[in-house]
Structure formats: C-alpha cells, structure tokens
C-alpha cells in the first residue's frame, strides 16, 4: 500500500489574507525513506513504533555521564512537563528538559529519522553552586555557555529559518525561576531563549565550551547561544513558565507564538528571533492577545490553525459559566486590546468532552482539523476544527469526533505530567509523531508515528467501514494525484 497524505482543504478568506505567509519548512527533511517505508506498512488510522534502539542506549556514561549524586534518573527528561521539537531539516526529533527537582543533565537527545536510532547531541555541563545567591538553590552551569535543564511544558521548537533548535525554558534546576547565568560582574542577570545548533551536534562533546563537562578533558562543542534575556526589558513581559507555543514561517523569518504569564494569566506575544546565524541582534517581542478571563491557568498545549489564521491552546482552567476547553485568539486582530474567545468542546452526538492539561493539540494542514492525543486511551485521537458564527465570528462551541486507532500496536500513553510538547504534526509526511512515556520496565520513550485516514479510495471493508462508523463519509474532500 502506498502512503498518501490526507486531501487538502481550500484555503478560506482568513487563509488567503496570509499572503504572506509560508506555510512549510524551509528545506526538505532528508533521510525520510526510514520513515516513509514504516508508513507504507501501515494502515490509515493508524500506529506505527519507529525507534530501533532503547532511549536509555542514549546515556552518557563514565567520566562524562552525571555523577551519582541525586537528580540523575534520565528517565525526567520525558516524565518532567516536557516537550520535543521536530528537525524539519533532517527528519530528527530533538528532545531536551529535566530541571527543577527532576534532572540535573543539560545534555541533547535525539532521535535519527533515518535509521530510527536513539543518540545524543551533546553531553552534559557540568554545573556548580553559587553560595551568595539569593536563592540558595541555585545551580548554574560552569561556563555560562550553555543552558541549565528545565521543564520546558512545550516550549521546545525548532527553527528551520536558521536551522537551530530553541527552548523557552521553564523551572530551571533546583530554582523554580528562569535561566541564569553570570554577568561580567558576577551578577545573575536573566537568559534565554537559547538555541542549539544541530550543525555542531556530537555525542562525545559538551554543549559548552572545553573543559566544562564532568570530565575536564572533554572538548566543548559551543552548540549554543543566548539570545541574551532582552524579553526581560519588555513591559508585561515576565517569564516562560508553563508555556504553550507553536511555530511558523512569516515574510520568510522564522517566527513563534507563545503564551506567557503575567500575573497569573497567560498572555499571548509573537517572538521573531531574527537572523542567529548572521549575528543579528534584531529580535523581536508583540503582544498578540490578552485574556478575558482572571482564573489561574497551568501548563496547557497549543497550535496554530493556519486555515483560519487562529491560535489555539487548551484551557486548564473554567470561565464564568464553567465552560472552556480551549482560548482561541484571532491572528489577524492581533495587538494588545485582542481577546481571547472560550470555546467549548462537545462530542457530535452532543455529550460533552473536557479538553484536559494532558493533551496535546496539532493543527493538520492537510485536513484544516485540530487534532489531540491525550493518550489515557492509548491510541485514541480527536479532531475538531474552528466554527464560526452566522456573522464570522468565531461560535463558542466546537464539535469533536472520536478516531480510535486501526492498529493493536499503539502508545501505553499514561503520561505521568501531560502530553504537552510530545505531539508534533509533520507537514513533509502528512502524518503525526508523538514521543510516548518513559518506561521503567524497558527503559524506552518510544517514538510513534500516527498516519491519519486518508481521502483516496480506500481498500475494500476496511478503511471505508471505519469512516462509516466514525461518520466521516459525508465530509467533502478533495483528493489529490498520488504522491509516491
């Protein structure tokens, strides 16, 4: 069976006002034939496990790996509020967290699309104490060359404009703040985002500079850059603790959506890091939207519909009248008097369905759908998409649809702190990939891939019994020439 993507959707008119906008990546992933003959195995609906090797073969050992103090359990890289980001370039699935009172490794993890292997990108810093801190818990990292690890909620991306990996960061190690490091003075000045360069990735060097592993005689890759804290001079602007994001391509910059609390609330900025590579200082922070609601919110997930040009994130919390699974912020009226809209969320047959911290939400360019995988149900997925009102505007209440998997093989799911950045759409195949929790059993965090049901003619009393049992034969596709 050949793998076809799902039929694309006409653009509507919030779609084509974005002219200006590139809705792909930059460059072709390369080395996908791995990927594209495991999906061609599997059928529409679909799971299939990609990863050849254990997560935990990733290691660092001996006289680079941590010492065997406390805070060392690799397994936190996955369990602790984390995130992955999706290496468009190569195919690669990059993962890196830990932080607070998880895990104290900085180190890059990532996973080769081509051959399915588990490996690392750097090994970790080593980091020291810094007794006069007002936070005795303090921890930074020898050289300031390189991040402290931290629950990163889903603020792990990946720029495919400059080709380099960021992370917004959240509770760093042993200090429930920001990233850190020293000023010129000795002083802890604000830092971040920070990017990693997969062009400099090698497992058997230290993200920083030489000399700041936990063996002294191991070279320094110099793989990161601080972008420097400027966001910390921005009114309103305080800190990245419990984010969601989302990616995409603007006038040909590299540009991310994020919500970022003020207070207690989330507000929504737009971040344009500008040319990293070039040496550009010309980043740039917009607040895009603002709250109409004063409840707490925690981590949650989000996305951006780019067929009505809308962000999307979960809602962790009620409004007034109890009823909101998602906030919604209009793109196109984006400035600091932009309100978010609560949308509730109901099954078609109108029972209701609650929008939990532990999904994760992706935008499918394909369909025009919001899809999410909270994996309590192993395998299962919903999709919804934006409604809207008789006048425009955006309705209030979204419908969603049930999609249980065709497969036995699936995710255990059960993530033990939420799905949050571990769900990524892949425009290059159409297809979904998640990272699974982190086993104790087998030491693995198997890497997934979900082929969604496809428009072509399906095979006889298969996929076509599916979608008739689902009530998706009167959705009104558009196919497409097949793709080899």
């Known amino acids: 069976m050949t793998f076809h993507p799902i039929a694309r959707r006409t653009p509507t008119l919030g779609a084509v006002a974005l002219s200006a906008l590139c809705l792909c990546g930059t460059a072709q992933a390369q080395g996908l034939d791995y990927i594209r003959g495991l999906l061609d195995a599997t059928p529409a609906g679909g799971w299939v496990k990609a990863n050849t090797n254990l997560f935990s073969d990733a290691r660092a050992t001996g006289l680079d790996g941590l010492p065997a103090v406390g805070f060392t359990t690799q397994q936190s890289v996955v369990q602790a509020w ?14 890196w967290g830990g932080g607070h009172s998880s895990y104290m490794g900085n180190e890059m993890y990532v996973w080769n699309g081509g051959n399915g292997a588990w490996g690392r990108g750097s090994l970790p810093s080593r980091i020291e104490s810094l007794p006069n801190a ?6 930074l990292i020898v050289d300031d060359a390189a991040p402290q690890s931290a629950h990163t909620y889903e603020g792990n991306l990946f720029l495919p ?30 830092a971040g985002p920070w990017l990693w360069d997969p062009r400099k990735a090698d497992a058997n060097k230290v993200g920083g500079t030489t000399g700041s592993g936990y063996n002294p005689a191991t070279l320094g890759g110099e793989m990161w ?11 309103g602007l305080t800190h990245f603790l419990s984010n969601s994001t989302e990616y995409r391509q603007e006038n040909g910059q590299d540009a991310v959506y994020l919500t970022v609390k003020n207070g207690s609330v989330p507000h929504l900025w737009r971040y344009l890091p500008g040319d990293v590579r070039g040496g550009s200082s010309n980043e740039s922070w917009t607040l895009v939207g603002i709250p109409s609601y004063t409840a707490v919110s925690t981590e949650s997930s989000g996305t951006i519909d780019n067929l009505h040009n809308l962000f999307v994130n979960t809602a962790s919390y009620q409004n007034d009248n109890g009823l909101q699974d998602l906030n919604v912020f209009d793109l196109s009226k984006a400035g600091p008097q932009n309100l978010e809209v609560a949308v509730d969320l109901v099954m078609a047959d109108g029972s209701p369905f609650t929008a939990s911290i532990y999904l994760g939400i992706e935008y499918a360019a394909a369909d025009g759908g919001i899809w999410m995988w909270d994996g309590r149900d192993r395998g299962t997925l919903y999709r919804t998409e934006a409604a809207y009102n008789a006048d425009g505007s955006i309705a209030t209440t979204w419908s969603v649809t049930r999609l249980p998997s065709t497969t036995a093989a699936q995710p255990d799911g059960n993530h033990a702190h939420g799905v949050l950045g571990k769900w990524q759409y892949i425009d290059d195949l159409g297809v979904f990939v998640a990272l699974d929790e982190y086993s104790a059993a087998t030491t693995d965090a198997a890497v997934w891939f979900y082929k969604p049901l ?14 008739a049992g689902l009530g998706l034969l009167g959705r009104k596709l558009r196919r497409q020439p097949q793709q080899g």
């Open 454 to 467: 496809v428009s072509a003619v399906p095979e006889p009393g298969t996929v076509a019994m599916l979608l």
């Open 134 to 139: 007002v936070d005795a818990r303090t921890r």
């Open 225 to 235: 850059t601080n972008r420097g804290g400027q966001w910390a001079n921005v009114p």
């Open 82 to 95: 984390s995130s992955m980001a999706w290496d468009s370039n190569r195919g690669n699935l990059l993962l």
């Open 161 to 190: 404009v400059n080709d380099m990996f960021m992370t917004l960061g959240g509770p760093v190690f042993q200090d429930a703040g920001n990233f850190k490091v020293r000023d010129a003075n000795g002083n802890l000045v604000t």
